[in-house]
């Protein structure tokens, strides 16, 4: 076990939680809360208000926006209110799509997102927005996301079964120190995983002749400057499955993992990463995912 005394490897002094006071952002909360009281972190709530544009203000909508404006900052004040035990700092950015996108990029150091996806239609349209696709490109920290599938109660954050999922094609560096830092912290076990189709006819049984064990070979080595605290090496799985989601899905559910980490690349949206199933896989996932952005 991690000694008490010992200082975490990953420092996350500023949590930025983005939240439309729904019942999903309100689990975002709940997560960053707990997180926070293990890292003893900052939680910074953000909402967005748009302005009202030149049209809208021309129809008399000005005293509408006053009372919008009003009501977000009230909502704001009552969600801060959970997080007494912790600093707690409020953001209420206010201004045109282009203009709030800036004005969520001007908040300093921050270490980790936890954003809330209501359902897999709303999270596609939410990742689909161009406001929000610009944020999520031009943002290095790491994004938690807590999918409709997951029915966690945030009292403590420990997970203890972490699995990180690869696509074996680019720089994934970045989603493997932070897997095995989480690990390491919280003794937990690690596996790495690949999902492939199955060997097609005549030769199906070359899945597990030949196919398995190439994959397994480098999952090993993407892994194998890692030196567990625990001296428990890492599971290695390759899934075969014709549709990507369900082979994820499967082991989430089948290996009781808590944790789901993905590596994106920073320069396309997350709607293109993994076949264009990213939404798909964080909508279904019954844990949260921590999305890592590989290196350019």
């Not at 209420?92 to 799509?97: D, N, W």
């Not at 897997?179 to 097609?200: G, I, N, Q």
């Amino acid at each position: 076990m991690l000694a008490a005394n010992i200082t975490p490897r990953i420092a996350l002094k500023n949590i930025v939680v983005p939240t439309d006071f729904t019942a999903a952002s309100r689990a975002a909360v709940d997560c960053a809360i707990a997180i926070a009281t293990r890292y003893g972190s900052k939680i910074i709530l953000v909402h967005a208000v748009e302005s009202a544009t030149k049209a809208e203000a021309e129809e008399n909508r000005g005293p509408r926006e006053v009372h919008r404006v009003a009501e977000a900052e009230w909502k704001l004040i009552s969600e801060a209110n959970r997080c007494a035990d912790l600093v707690c700092e409020r953001h209420l950015l206010k201004g045109t799509a282009p203009e709030v996108v800036e004005q969520f990029l001007a908040i300093d150091h921050t270490d980790l997102i936890v954003l809330g996806a209501p359902a897999s239609r709303g999270f596609r349209r939410l990742l689909m927005r161009s406001a929000a696709e610009h944020i999520f490109r031009h943002v290095r920290c790491p994004v938690l996301a807590i999918g409709p599938s997951v029915r966690s109660q945030w009292t403590t954050w420990n997970p203890r079964h972490i699995l990180l999922v690869t696509d074996l094609e680019t720089d994934e560096s970045r989603a493997v120190a932070y897997a095995t830092a989480v690990a390491d912290e919280h003794s937990a076990r690690l596996a790495l995983l690949h999902v492939t189709l199955p060997s097609a006819a005549p030769y199906p049984e070359d899945s597990e002749r030949v196919v398995r064990p190439y994959y397994q070979s480098r999952l090993r080595q993407l892994i194998s400057k890692w030196r567990p605290i625990s001296n428990r090496s890492p599971d290695l799985w390759v899934e075969f499955e014709h549709d990507l989601v369900n082979g994820i899905t499967n082991v989430l559910t089948r290996q009781a993992i808590d944790l789901l980490i993905l590596s994106v690349h920073p320069s396309a949206p997350w709607t293109l990463h993994f076949a264009h199933n990213a939404h798909r896989i964080i909508a279904a996932a019954p844990c949260p995912t921590l999305i890592v952005q590989r290196e350019l």
